[in-house]
């Protein structure tokens, strides 16, 4: 597996320079004052884990956080995206209707071509509609392609859906596109690595049906079979408590995420972290049966169960268990967050479709 180096940084610079303690000149020796600053200022340098050597003391600490990985030899980037506004624009002709009123638009890449495919149908088509985003960067997308924009608490308050009562299906939005980061065979999800999974797993919970659109290489046999961890939301207070309780469920080396635009941690629109939690390759559910808490063998219903139940977590990157569809079969207090239906872009820069 592929690794980054992160570099967490003391609140103020030369620290090290400062102190006069040797320990901490000992622990950047094999970097020139021009080459830490250099470092200092990038979330992504890569340096070789023999020249890591600091004390979180005297200046700073590092942390290696598992690198995403997706098999890119010999393909165009052109077909790829054209096979992707393909797969959003059959996604879209087969799911959405005009008589839809509350849609939940996700933060993958890939959705930006299920904005463009629906704005294309035109005002008379969307004027009635109000579209439900995952977090700041879905939101400009909703905006700047001319379509109303509804958060959350808004669709809730009074004036639109409101509280039906105890027992009222929860239920409120007709559809919910988004990406993945991973997809199995089953259509359990890894999401959260755009660091928006809380957002998206209330749309998801609050909609019908949630339409995955995403690239080919997402898609796997069993999830963490190509992408790195499970992505968890945590209070910041309790970030590390968490992170010591999800090496204790048998994850490798978990990370607190670090930002690339900051060189601190990274803080997401909920003003939590995130941590990145490397497992060994998860089960299917139907695989119930060869669960090995020692070993860390976990299914995606029984991981996201675990973690849940770890003080400080908000959510889990894990999309599993029933469907909309499912979820409304089974009554109001049924999670439904998988999706119903896959539309893969390939890399021939054709689509294919799975579920």
């Not at 180096?5 to 610079?13: D, G």
């Not at 002709?93 to 959705?111: L, N, P, Q, R």
Request: aromatic share 6%; net charge positive; charged share 25%.
């Amino acid at each position: 597996m592929k690794r980054i180096c992160r570099i967490f940084t003391a609140p103020a610079p030369s620290i090290a320079a400062r102190s006069g303690n040797p320990q901490a000149r000992r622990g950047i020796s094999s970097l020139s004052s021009a080459s830490l600053l250099s470092v200092r200022r990038s979330a992504d340098v890569r340096i070789p884990r023999s020249r890591l050597h600091c004390s979180h003391r005297y200046l700073s600490y590092t942390r290696c956080s598992p690198q995403r990985t997706m098999a890119s030899d010999g393909v165009d980037p052109k077909l790829v995206e054209a096979a992707k506004r393909a797969a959003c624009q059959q996604a879209v002709k087969d799911h959405f209707s005009t008589d839809f009123k509350y849609v939940g638009i996700g933060s993958g890449t890939t959705i930006a071509y299920v904005v463009e495919a629906i704005a294309a149908l035109g005002r008379d088509a969307t004027a009635h509609m109000k579209f439900i985003p995952t977090g700041a960067g879905s939101t400009k997308l909703i905006r700047d392609a001319g379509l109303t924009v509804l958060q959350v608490p808004e669709l809730l308050s009074e004036s639109e859906v409101g509280f039906a009562g105890r027992g009222a299906s929860k239920q409120h939005l007709d559809i919910y596109f988004d990406g993945a980061d991973e997809v199995d065979a089953e259509l359990n999800c890894i999401k959260g690595g755009g660091a928006c999974l809380f957002q998206e797993k209330v749309v998801s919970r609050l909609s019908k049906k949630f339409i995955c659109v995403a690239d080919s290489r997402k898609k796997a046999h069993r999830l963490l079979e190509k992408w790195a961890y499970v992505p968890v939301e945590v209070a910041p207070v309790a970030a590390e408590l968490a992170r010591q309780a999800l090496i204790d469920l048998g994850s490798i080396d978990p990370v607190i995420r670090f930002s690339k635009d900051t060189s601190t941690y990274l803080v997401t629109d909920n003003h939590n972290f995130l941590i990145d939690a490397p497992f060994p390759t998860l089960l299917l559910n139907s695989q119930a049966d060869q669960i090995d808490p020692e070993k860390g063998i976990w299914t995606p219903d029984a991981l996201t169960a675990k973690i849940r139940g770890i003080l400080g977590v908000l959510e889990v990157g894990i999309f599993s268990g029933k469907t909309g569809p499912e979820a409304t079969e089974a009554g109001p207090d049924v999670e439904g967050v998988r999706p119903i239906q896959i539309y893969y872009g390939k890399t021939d820069g054709g689509f294919e479709t799975q579920g």
